[in-house]
Structures are given as C-alpha cells and as structure tokens.
C-alpha cells in the first residue's frame, strides 16, 4: 500500500523525470525578454501546424490548428472554482475504476489532500491496482502572474484560489511543428496529490464527438460517457465467460473491470485532434461521463504533462505516434505461420514435453503444415541455472540442439521464451542486478503458481548491460527470437537503481525493458548480417517515447478460451484496433486462447473460427492453454488439419500486403489493421464497428465470433464492395449479410482492386 503525502524529496524526483526528453520550444509570443512580463491580451504559442492561445484572467487554454480553427478548449471557470472532495473510493474493490467520482471543472485543478493506493501484493494478480481512496480539497488556476520566454516557449506563473498562496508553474510550446505540448506543476508540492485540466467537447446529439484509442481495451472503441484508468493491469478475465449460444455477453473482467488492459495506452483520439499524456503514473479520464459537454483528465501526483495534435485521425496518429514510438518492421518470416509448444502450468515433464516436440515434427512433416516460425517454450541454457533466469525448461540441452537442427532443416525459424525474473539468491541477484527494497535488499515476490523472484533492474546500466548478454547468447544457441513475457509485477514500494520507485517505473518498466532487448538485437543485427531476429512482448505503455518504439508485436495477454467479448474471441478486434492507432499495431493473438481455468478446453469450432480470425491479422500464431496444452488442428481431426491449413496459407497469401502496409506503417503511422472511424471519421455508422477491420484501404475483414453461427452481418463503408474480390458489387454504408461456413472467412475487397494478388 501507498500513502502519498507529496514532500520535497518526492517533488525533487518529479522534478528530474520531468527533464527527460525535453525538446526546444517555439514561441509567437508579445514577450521579446526573458523578464516576467505581464499583457492584458492572449499569448500565442505557434508551433505551426499547432497553436496554444493563452487568456490571460481569467486564465484559459485554447489549442488551434495551424489555421486557427479551435480543436480544443479549457472549460470556463464555474461559479464556485473549488470543490471539497471528502471521501472517495477509487478504484472500488476488486480493483475497478469508479464510474462516478466527483469532479472540478475548471482549468487547471489540483487536489490538495491525500491519495492512498492498494496493489496485489502477491500470486496472479500481483500488482494490479486494487483499492484506494483519496480526499482533499481541488483548486484551480486563476489568472496569468507573469509570462517569461523560454527559448522558444513560454513559462507561465499562474496564481491559484489555493489559501497557501500556491502556484503553478506552466510550460506551453511545440512538440515539434504539429503539436503542442502543455507541462504544468504544482508550486509547492507539498500536500499535492493529484493534477488535473478539463476541456470542453460537443454535448448536442449529432454532433458529438467520440473518444478513441487508449491502447489494448476490450470493451468498447469509443469511450465516450465512461471513465478509465491508464495503469498496466495484467491478468483480467471474464466474470461471465460466454459459453452459452445467443446468451447476454458482459463485458466485466475480474479484478479490474471492463477497461483493464496489459497494454493501456494515455492516448487518445477524437475527429479533430489526438491527446497524450506524457508521464507514466497513474492517470484517469472521464469522458463526458456525468456532464455531456466536458471531459476531464487527472494524474496521481503533483505534475501534468501532455501533448495536443490537431487534426483528423489520420493526422493526429501520424503525429502522436511519431512521438511515441511504433513497432519496428519486421523480417519476412514473422509474417508467416508460427506455432508455440506450450510448457503446462502444471504437470509437465522432461519425457512428455520432449515427446511433444518430436510428434510435432513428424505432424508438421506429415500434414505438410505451412510454418515459419516454432517457438520452444521449455527452451533453456546448457547446465542447470539458466544463467539465474527464472525460466520453466523441460527439454535437455541435447535434444534442444537437435530439434533447432531439424527446424532449420525445413526453413523454420526457432523462437525461445523470456522474462525478467530472477531466482532467489542467483549470480544476478548477487552482482546487484535485481530491483530492492528500502534497505537496499533484492525485491522478492511471489507471482501466479506461487514463484518467488526478483525483477531485473533495467535503470542499472551493469544489468542492462548483463540482460543484453542472455539475449546474445539465445541467439547464439540458434534461436531466431523470443516471446517477451511479464513484467508487470513492479510494486510501489519497489527501489530503482537510479533513484525512483515502483510508484512511477510500473508503467514504463515495459519501455526500458523492450529497450534494453532491441538494443541487444541491434547490436547482434551488426555483428550478424545475415541474422534478422524478431521478438514480441506482452505489456507496455506510452510515453516519450513508449514501449511501442522498441517492440516488433504484442501478444495481447492470456485470453480466455471462451467466445465473449470480456476476454475471449470477441475481445481481440477492439484490443487490437484501439492499440493499434497508437502505434502498436503487431498483434500476435493466442489462436484458441490461453486462459482454460474457468472455462472449457478449446472446441474444434472455436479453433478454427479463431484461426479464421487471425488469418488477416497482423501475426498468425497457434498458442495452446495454460492447463491442457498446445492447441494441434491434428488434436482434432483431419478436416480441422485442412481448415486450418487454409488460413495459414490464406495468411501467406496476405504477407506482400502485410510488408507493404507495415512499411507504410513506418513511415506515416497509419496502422495495418484500420478500424472503420479512422479510416472514414463522417460515417457515425463506422465508428462502433468493433468485429471487422480494414487491412488497408481496399480489404475489408469480418471473421465469425458467433458460437454456431454460419452467416454474419457486416457493415460495409463507403464505396463498392465484392465479397472475396467476386461476385455482386456492394454499395457502402449499408449491412449486409455474408455466408460463412466454417471453412470460409467473410472478406471484402474494394471494387476493382486485388488487395491480395
């Protein structure tokens, strides 16, 4: 638990992260010295393709574009400009952001009080946020004190209705030539324990505005009307799994509700603009949720750091994500069909999980299965300790050798498996690589099945620098990449290396962990050019830059093997859209689920239908479950094997699309995988459209995630439309209804046009 009561050591540490990755600022300003200045007219801070305009008193903040249209504004000052917040549960047991919370609308508002915190401290859900109260009383900006020019930008002194006489210092210029970006604290410190702005959005129906992105969420594009946290959750599931045909599918997850994530994302976008906060604590919207015209944006601590980009979606993505980072491009391979031998979670043995590996040859071989990639998940160094990695091996360094040999054979790439964990009392803990506590002494936890570790601590350049070795030495052994797994288990109360703790390393752990393994992977690319290695992960976050910049893919956490939309089948097309327009655009489902606990083992029908549905996504990947194992299409019958293989060389056939949209990608942020109010933000009809995708402009994808279902309805968008590129041509902005037997993945093409060759 985490009782914040902000002091000066505390504020000198919020002082230092906010120095990271500051750039020059650019002015347009009436002030020509770096005197205080004081002018009754509006400041102007010009960026270009962005502006902020500064009303003085009261004080207000407008953003425009480059032409001067308002893309977003400060809420004007109400009447009373406080508000005592007494008491307030958030998040509500068992982790779950309050819906309804009070609210000061104003600009610029802090809370003078106290926030305490609760994580799990132990086992599945280990350091997922659980409980939390905070009470105080907010205040607000009033008027501008003084105005110095900043380089090329402006810091502001604003004076506040806070008794104490507090201030607040305000940074205002460009992020480069297309955004701007806003950096306020409070002035002092002491007592603050949460920062806020609010800004006002249409609240007349039609004209409304929606709220999209915030990276890997289940339950919904658009946002709007809801509250949500930005803080990596990991381990989520359904509270009603769906394994009923046609029954009510909820959306609630246990513990922390329907908008938890592996992968939160403090960015967001509506039709006229792209908003990102900055910094990694704990951050809250509320999105005209409790007053229609308004939405608000709060962080647990006592500084707000944000980014505006004006402009429609397919400019603001562009831009916001120049910032942040976007997954790196990958090598051909990683665009065919990969397979992971699973290690049971329990249960699994040397002999059986070495028998598994020899049968998946001979079936590979047999079926003629249409394969790039095999993940060994029981993989480990040659001796007895794994270098002090806490891996799960089951298989011998000799006939580890030999099945890398017979992949290799057939042109497949091997993949291995890594997280940051270390054994208790290994060489790594020993030579200090390991997070601490406040004494100074490795930081040991228990995760699910009751593991005992501690995490590696990448802000400790010897670590970075012992962690960079274990990745040059698998692939060394062969290997070709690796599942990056966990790290989400950072504890507040956890001491870095450099000085800070779990409070403001939970969410950006993720970014210097990826980084630290891309800079590995660089280093051996140079050493090895005829070497292309490839890695995914599964949590991350935003940020300047986020983990996106250093990531080939995400695997989206451990789905249920279920159908629903909470955490199963029906979760992946929003988790993947929604983090896909922030830049994280390699999604690596699990094909048939992971998490079987509390539900059944996967149904052949559920197989193949999710198969089917990552057939023309990103990354094409057979996974298995944690209790019974790899899903094999040969577990179930030939017929499946046949189904199966068709995706997989459907899938194929997608690849110089996937390439060449992955390129663009790169260069535009224009995401691979296109939800439908991205890609035409007028057509309303699009925007809720969360079970198909655009791969492209010309290729509209709408897989079956009904149980039983033969048929599905599909919205098409504007323009004309052939179901798998023949056959009737079909006006947009209209639903029809597509066959789809179990064999067929519904699939449109513009007409005219042959996306897939």
Known sequence: MLRRRRGRTAAALTCAALAVAVVPLTVSSPASSASPTRADGPLTVDAGGARVVVEQDPFRLTVTDGSGATVLREVAHPATDSLVESHTTDPVMPGADNQDTPTLYSPLSFLVGTETLTQYPDQEWIANLKSGTRSGTWYSAQGVESAVPDGDGLVLTLTTNDPSGRKLVVHIGPEGTDAVRVRAEAVPSDGVAMIGDSFTTPAKRGAQDGFFGFGGRHDHLDQRGRVLSSFVNQESLASKPALTPGAPDSLEMFPNGSSAAYYPQAMFWTTHYGFLVTQPELTRFKLAAGRADAWNVAASTSHLDYVVAPGEPRRSVRTLTALTGRHRIPPRWALGPMMDRLVKNSGETYDHYQAMLVADIKNIDRYQLPLTAYRIEGWGFPGDDNHGLALHS?????????????????????????????????????????????????????????????????????????????????????????????GEQVLFDMHFFDGTTGYTRHNDYFTLYAKSTKQAINAYRAEHPDRRPWYFTRAGYTGLPGTARYEYANFPGDETTDWGHASGLRSLTTDMLSRAVGGAYGYATDIGGYFDYNTPPTSRELFLRWAEWAALSPVFRLHGSGHTGTH??????????????????????????????????????????????????????????DQEWLLGPDLLVAPVVEQGARSRKVYLPQGCWQLHGTGARLAGRHTVTAAAPLDSLPWFSRCGTEPLG
């Open 632 to 689: 094999t299409p040969w577990g179930y019958d030939k017929r499946a094997v046949a189904i199966y293989t068709t995706y997989s060389r459907l899938h194929l056939r997608a690849r110089p699309l996937l390439e060449q949209l992955w390129r663009q990608a790169d260069r535009t942020g224009a995401p691979p995988t296109r939800p439908l109010w991205w890609a035409d933000p007028s057509d309303r009809a699009g925007w809720h459209q």
């Open 394 to 486: 089951w298989v011998h360094a000799d006939e580890q050798a030999a099945m890398i040999t017979a992949l290799r054979e057939r042109g497949i790439h091997p993949l291995a498996y890594l997280r940051p964990w270390l054994e208790p009392d290994s060489a790594p803990v020993e030579a200090g690589y390991a997070v601490t506590d406040a004494d100074g002494d490795p930081y040991y936890v228990t995760g699910s099945s009751g593991r005992r570790f501690a995490l590696v601590d990448f802000t400790n350049p010897d670590a970075v620098t012992w962690w960079r070795q274990q990745v040059t030495d698998v692939l060394d052994l062969g290997f070709d990449g690796f599942m990056q797994d966990y």
